[in-house]
């Protein structure tokens, strides 16, 4: 007998002993051998034979040690934050590589492995080691057993013979490959050669309209209806239930399985621990993590688990390790330290949080490599919408169950990452070929959705960021070219809802449905002004805007003010309760048994007169004078009360500070604020305003057609035929808060692109966002700088200057002083972390640091708005800061403080 050992039309390799010649069909086919040093550092060898097995370029593989020594898959122990997205497991890839597609012929004769398991299969099927192909049905039919990557191939190219895919064995199946088929749907050109992509990991870049979702769902019909591949080995992999739920419904009937990530790690944690734990929801959550937390005092103005929350989503999603979570955030103390009682309590009690599920089934699947195969055997091919939005974690979870051969087809936009607060990353698709080797690429070019000015406006945004691939990005030919597809209105500061009205009123009176009119902001709170206005117009919305907004911290208390300005000789006990706290005073708890009556502005500052405490006393003299401050506003326009209660009371730095202690992407108190100012311009009588402000909350919702009013991050995906983004203003967006002025930009093309027909981008003319000249490509491009602070802010100019400084931002080269002022702080940092035995970032980062050389803080409340300072650091370290830089900046004695 004969055995017919050569690379054949499937391009095989072939295994061979030490040293051991290979048959002559692989005379001239490059060598990879695998030896002790192989095994000691696989990445040369496994990059090698990766390339190789994809592209079935044929080559022999010399086995120099025992291929048991990486047949069983190894075990993994460390938290994924320490492995980090970049985790490979080189000898699980090296073991399915060296014996995927390749011959035996270790042996006196080669043997084809993948066609004696197909023969095991029964159905009297026999090897046929001397050809044709390598396996005979009972029949007498010859067929081929292919072990390279799954791919359409004609039976003209296999020399007349059918083929049975190595997946279909492992599957228990011998399912004889169809001849290819054309991708028959009703699909624009780029989007059909998506759909038909031949073999290996691909990612599709798909600009907003392009058609991503239809994309997806057809090349998952693609490979289970016209290649019939097996429903159990294919997976689609949804970002959230609305798009699974949508895949479902597209491919109803085809047997299609689809998951959202993290029902995909909750049924791995199902498999891993026996039965599926429950899900902790947040108030279980809190609870535990409350129980946890260091013990200090509270302060006034603060949720002091929410930031705790936030960090641990930014370790076990964004893959960071805690401490330096804890050091960069610097409003989490002790957080590196509750990281790991946390997570062992979730585990005692048998339970896991929203979170948990994905780094808990990550852990599973790297501690028991057994799982670990038996999952990946269910998961060849990955078909991952949304890819853009993937966290550090969610990519390692698809690259865990994807492996070892890496297969996902990636669907997303670089252009629509606008969850960088959850640990989302451009890079995942810039750099796709990084994580799934050998990826290409297929570009979706044409938006099919929106009038041609609005995707030439949106992509000249986007020409002013630097981080994203390069793309086409074009209106189908038959797009809409009306020249007022886009208009940019800069309106007046008090003239925001009128300017919305006269754009929404105007569709509506020209016929259009109110159902096809949306206005998106950045934020919820920036809704209540197009809400009211909008009711006060008559015009019915879809909100979710209600009278809750008035009950949070910041809103609540400026309704107080007002109320007092409204009437300071009678003011309500509750309401004198509200602002003797915000902004926190310093007062003592016992002070509210003489604020029990209705009182006047007098008779507060007559209770400073009688109190023995002179610090306390002192404390209220000023609570009066702030009173009597309020009460003068009270003579003029409900905006120019809200802006003295803002600027000159201090109510918007104290909600500025309760926003740093949340974190910079939760709703945002100043935010609040910013939004009662904006709807004081339609009722500008200060008397009833809080009455007419709740009444007008309550109405304009209606059953039947309305305007829908929602935040950009609430709609993406959705589109609408008119749509004004309201808001577009100077430290709204790109937001104050944001530390990532890319992202911003996003923000903004994704509010763009959900218009088909018109859009109107509103903002405000007096502090002009600097996007509005990008929107029409007349704005110079700025110097590279991605990562951002100190943007232009709601709390009116004065309070501006006091926080720029003029000083150069982040990133900018230090100049002379501000480098002399950098060294002196690394000195002192490098002391302190000796002196308290901690890493030198656990004190401040480097980043902290160059801001505190540009910032050169000159008080507590100067030293409290540089980023990477909370609470904590700065009793902690305020101190000697503030010294430090007022002795390299030669101010006589200590700073004053003026918090």
Excluded: C
């Amino acid at each position: 007998m004969t055995v017919d050992a050569r690379p054949g039309p499937l391009g095989r390799s072939v295994v061979v002993g030490v040293g051991q010649p290979a048959p002559p069909a692989w005379a001239d086919a490059p060598r990879v051998v695998v030896d002790e040093a192989a095994l000691a550092d696989p990445a040369a060898a496994v990059a090698a034979l990766h390339a190789a097995w994809a592209e079935r370029d044929p080559v022999v593989v010399e086995l120099a040690v025992d291929p048991a020594r990486f047949r069983a898959p190894a075990s993994i122990d460390g938290a994924p934050w320490e492995l980090g997205v970049d985790l490979d497991l080189p000898l699980d890839r090296l073991h399915f590589l060296v014996w995927a597609n390749t011959w035996d012929a270790r042996g006196d004769e080669p043997v084809w492995w993948w066609a004696v398991k197909a023969a095991r299969l029964g159905e009297g099927a026999a090897p046929t080691p001397e050809g044709p192909g390598d396996l005979a049905l009972a029949d007498g039919t010859a067929l081929w057993v292919d072990g390279g990557p799954r791919e359409p191939l004609a039976r003209a190219d296999l020399e007349g013979l059918g083929l049975v895919h190595r997946e279909s064995v492992e599957a228990g199946r011998l399912a004889v490959a169809p001849e290819p088929v054309p991708v028959t749907a009703d699909l624009a050109d780029d989007q059909r050669e998506a759909v038909a992509h031949q073999r290996g990991p691909a990612r599709i870049v798909a600009p907003a309209g392009s058609g991503k979702t239809r994309v997806l769902t057809e090349r998952l019909r693609h490979l289970l209806v016209d290649r019939r591949w097996e429903p159990g080995s294919v997976l689609a992999v949804a970002y959230n239930v609305k798009a699974r739920d949508e895949m479902v419904e597209r491919t109803e009937g085809i047997g299609a399985r689809v998951q959202t990530l993290n029902g995909l790690a909750y049924s791995i944690l199902g498999q891993a621990r026996g039965s599926a734990p429950p899900v902790a929801d947040e108030r279980e959550v809190r609870r535990l993590l409350d129980d946890l937390l260091p013990r200090r005092q509270r302060r006034a103005n603060t949720d002091p688990v929410a930031p705790y929350l936030e960090a641990l989503t930014e370790v076990r999603l964004g893959l960071r390790d805690p401490a330096r979570v804890e050091s960069d955030r610097g409003d989490v103390p002790g957080f590196a330290e509750v990281v790991g009682p946390y997570r062992d309590l979730l585990e005692r009690r048998g339970v896991v949080d929203f979170d948990e599920q994905v780094t808990a089934a990550i852990e599973a699947l790297l501690r028991d490599g057994e799982l670990r195969r038996r999952v990946q055997a269910r998961h060849r091919h990955l078909l991952v919408d949304e890819l853009q939005d993937l966290t550090p974690a969610h990519v390692l979870l698809v690259r865990l169950v994807a492996g070892p051969p890496l297969d996902v087809f990636g669907v997303g936009d670089d252009d629509q990452v606008i969850y960088g607060h959850a640990g989302a990353d451009p890079r995942f698709l810039i750099d796709f070929a990084t994580w799934f080797p050998g990826g290409a690429t297929h570009a979706l070019e044409v938006n099919h959705r929106s009038a041609a000015p609005v995707v030439t406006t949106a992509a000249t945004l986007l020409g002013y960021n630097r981080r994203r691939v390069a793309k086409v990005i074009r209106a189908r030919p038959d797009a809409a070219q009306d020249a007022d597809a886009v208009r940019i209105v800069a309106h007046e500061a008090s003239a925001g809802s009128e300017a919305l009205v006269e754009v929404v009123r105007g569709w509506l009176d020209e016929g259009v449905d109110p159902d096809d009119v949306a206005v998106l902001t950045r934020v919820h709170a920036l809704l209540l002004a197009p809400h009211v206005a909008l009711v006060e117009a008559e015009v019915p919305v879809r909100s979710t805007v209600g009278p809750e907004l008035l009950d949070r911290t910041g809103a609540r208390a400026a309704l107080a003010y007002l109320r007092i300005a409204d009437d300071p000789g009678a003011i309500d006990p509750a309401d004198l309760a509200e602002v003797y706290r915000r902004p926190s005073r310093g007062l003592p708890r016992w002070i509210t048994k003489w604020f029990r009556r209705r009182m006047s502005v007098a008779d507060v500052a007559d209770v400073g007169e009688r109190l023995d405490d002179p610090k306390v006393a002192d404390k209220v003299a000023q609570l009066a004078a702030d009173l009597e401050t309020v009460a003068a506003a009270g003579g003029g326009t409900t905006r120019s009360a809200l802006e003295v209660v803002r600027d000159d009371i201090g109510l918007g730095e104290a909600m500025a500070g309760l926003d740093r202690s949340k974190g910079g992407e939760g709703s945002s108190q100043l935010d609040d604020i910013e939004a009662l100012i904006q709807v004081a311009d339609l009722h500008p009588v200060l008397e009833g305003f809080d009455a007419w402000l709740r009444r007008a909350l309550g109405g304009g919702r209606t059953a039947g057609p309305a305007v829908t009013l929602s935040t950009v991050h609430r709609v993406k995906g959705r589109e609408w035929p008119r749509v004004v983004v309201a808001g577009t203003t100077a430290g709204l967006l790109p937001h104050r808060l944001a530390a990532d002025e890319e992202e911003e930009r996003r923000v903004l093309h994704v509010a763009v692109t959900r218009a088909r027909d018109r859009v109107v981008v509103l903002g405000d003319a007096s502090r002009p966002s600097p996007f509005l000249g990008e929107l029409t490509g007349e704005a110079p491009v700025r110097p590279e700088r991605v990562r951002r602070t100190g943007a232009a802010t709601p709390d009116g100019p004065a309070r501006r200057e006091r926080r720029e400084g003029g000083r150069a931002a982040p990133g900018e080269p230090l100049d002379g002083v501000a480098a002399t002022r950098a060294e002196a702080l690394r000195t002192w940092r490098r002391e302190r972390s000796r002196a308290d035995g901690v890493p030198a970032y656990v004190v401040f980062s480097d980043a902290t640091l160059d801001a505190l050389a540009r910032r050169a803080p000159a008080s507590t409340a100067d030293l409290a708005r540089v980023p990477g300072i909370g609470p904590a650091k700065l009793e902690r370290y305020g101190a000697d800061i503030l010294a430090l830089v007022a002795e390299g900046d030669g101010t006589p004695g200590a700073p004053a403080d003026d918090a």
